[in-house]
């Protein structure tokens, strides 16, 4: 990893915390010059002072309210709705259409048996076939993909590649009826809110032209056309891609354009990567896994990219090991969590990054997988979590999903218990743990 010079200087050396009384104050000492590549940083430890927690009392949440039936929540809305000012006739013949999916609520709520493994993320993820298509739709865009990487700052195969993983490249772009998937998901409860605002955004777009009342099918969750934007991120950044006056999601030219709008006005950095595949030094302090620090800090650290790449000294990135200290080492970019705009999951960005350098002719993760490890169970990560709050290494909640917040507990358990803190999970890490 290259870091480059003209902003090594601007690494900071003493940071003002700001409170509502008073800053944290900073005090530098022992400055250690430390040559990286090209380049010299000047690593500085820092005694922080920091003042004393201010208690908040949440506010209470509003209780949302519950409905007898289906047709008493049909009748609520209309009027919430026409009274916001849309259109009764719409309203009323969008939810006389819609019909109440069990199957809609069940996908909703339900939870995999098991946990996956990153690898099986990625493998179907970049399979042959999506690969193979995927090539040669991408060269069949090539030209068009090229223009909106200019317009937009987005790479051409970053677009192609959630172009594959959301419709197959627009050949499966769902058989849910879409407004009997939001009334039904608003019906239910859990995501309220969620769902009918995506009802009224959909009617927006209903009035607008961009979607007809003969073309409502899309996924279960509301997804639509061949990017599947739910209603209200299309009302927001859907475009005319293929300049013939309208903007529908099942049409190639508006759902590539419209992704690339998208992907741009979340943040994309152009000329930055996803990742980048790097080492670790032997001696690591690996309770730094999982933090955003800068570049040339990393650098400092001793993580280097497996390819010559240069990089700001002052670009943020994350340090991930999605498989632990036995799996592939990554710096993640700011385009990474970009990304995950679309699904907000670490495995749904990896496999897009990676689907589009194969789409791009370039090589995967020169590292192997662990492939020996094994998953745990719902049930299993339930009583992780139960057993490492308990412990005092608090999940925020138990509900049998490895996240953030479960890895980073289990993380300071492995740190006090004599393991590597990669915060990698499986039945060998955390077997102590996962029964009860």
Request: charged letters at 15%; a neutral charge.
């Amino acid at each position: 990893m290259i870091v480059k010079k003209q902003y090594a200087a601007l690494l900071p050396a003493l940071f003002f915390i700001g409170c509502t009384s008073q800053q944290a104050m900073q005090q530098p000492s022992n400055s250690v010059p430390v040559r990286q590549g090209n380049v010299d940083i000047t690593q500085t430890q820092t005694i922080q002072i920091k003042p004393a927690p201010v208690v908040v009392t949440p506010a209470p949440q509003p209780v949302k309210p519950s409905y007898r039936s289906f047709s008493d929540w049909k009748s609520d809305f209309s009027m919430r709705a026409m009274s916001s000012g849309y259109n009764s006739y719409d309203v009323q013949r969008l939810l006389a259409s819609a019909n109440l999916n069990q199957q809609v609520i069940s996908l909703d709520s339900g939870q995999p048996e098991f946990s996956k493994m990153p690898w099986e993320y990625v493998d179907s993820a970049v399979s042959d076939g999506r690969v193979s298509t995927g090539k040669r739709k991408y060269s069949e865009q090539r030209s068009f993909l090229s223009q909106l990487e200019s317009r937009y700052g987005v790479n051409a195969e970053i677009i192609a590649a959630i172009w594959g993983m959301e419709s197959s490249y627009g050949v499966v772009t769902g058989n849910s009826y879409i407004p009997s998937s939001l009334a039904s998901l608003a019906y239910d409860g859990r995501r309220q809110e969620f769902a009918e605002n995506q009802l009224l955004a959909l009617m927006t777009l209903l009035q607008r032209g961009d979607v007809s009342w003969s073309q409502l099918d899309g996924s279960w969750a509301g997804g639509m056309g061949q990017t599947q934007f739910i209603p209200d991120t299309w009302l927001k950044h859907g475009v005319d891609g293929d300049n013939n006056g309208s903007r529908n999601p099942w049409a190639t030219g508006d759902a590539l354009a419209s992704t690339a709008n998208y992907l741009n006005s979340s943040g994309w950095v152009r000329g930055l990567a996803p990742f980048y595949e790097a080492t670790i030094p032997a001696a690591f302090d690996y309770s730094l896994v999982g933090t955003k620090q800068s570049a040339a800090r990393w650098a400092s650290l001793g993580i280097d990219t497996l390819d010559d790449v240069a990089l700001d000294a002052n670009t943020q990135m994350e340090l991930w090991l999605p498989a632990g200290k036995d799996g592939p080492t990554l710096l993640l970019s700011p385009n990474f969590d970009v990304i995950k705009v679309y699904n907000n999951s670490s495995s749904y960005a990896l496999g897009v990054s990676l689907l589009g350098k194969s789409l791009a002719g370039q090589g995967g993760l020169q590292k192997s997988w662990p492939r020996y490890e094994r998953p745990l169970s719902t049930v299993q990560v339930t009583n992780l979590q139960r057993r490492l709050t308990s412990s005092g290494y608090d999940t925020k909640g138990t509900d049998g999903i490895v996240g953030t917040n479960t890895r980073n507990a289990f993380q300071r358990w492995q740190a006090a218990n004599g393991q590597t803190p990669d915060g990698f999970i499986t039945q060998r890490s955390a077997s102590s743990l996962a029964s009860w």
